[in-house]
């Protein structure tokens, strides 16, 4: 069993995906996946065949304020998708499908 995970990031400031933001994803301290948003702000696969586990999923999004977003998930067997929205002023995850 194991899980993989893609992401996108939407620009709601612009109101359009994001391009080329930088994603990594880590397994405690080791990187176990990392990309580029493409032209529709998707990271179809990140990483798959990953152990079930606690994961930080790090953003580097196009943003005057946010910097650099992590979030800590926990993945059990099976497809994960992680969106980030993000504008100048506020940015939001949720588990997507």
């Known amino acids: 069993?194991?899980?993989?995970?893609?992401?996108?990031?939407?620009?709601?400031?612009?109101g359009e995906p994001a391009r080329g933001v930088r994603v990594e994803l880590l397994h405690g301290d080791d990187?176990?996946?990392?990309?580029?948003?493409?032209?529709?702000g998707r990271i179809p696969e990140l990483a798959s065949g990953l152990d079930p586990g606690d994961y930080r999923l790090v953003f580097h999004p196009p943003s005057p304020f946010f910097r650099r977003v992590?979030?800590?998930?926990?993945l059990d067997d099976g497809h994960y998708h992680v969106p980030?929205?993000?504008s100048p002023y506020?940015?939001?995850?949720?588990?997507g499908s």
Request: glycine share 10%.
């Open 70 to 74: 992590e979030l800590e998930v926990a």
């Open 1 to 14: 069993m194991s899980a993989s995970l893609s992401t996108h990031v939407l620009d709601t400031g612009r």
């Open 90 to 95: 506020g940015c939001a995850s949720y588990r």
């Open 31 to 40: 990187p176990v996946g990392s990309g580029q948003t493409d032209e529709d």
């Open 84 to 86: 980030l929205l993000v």
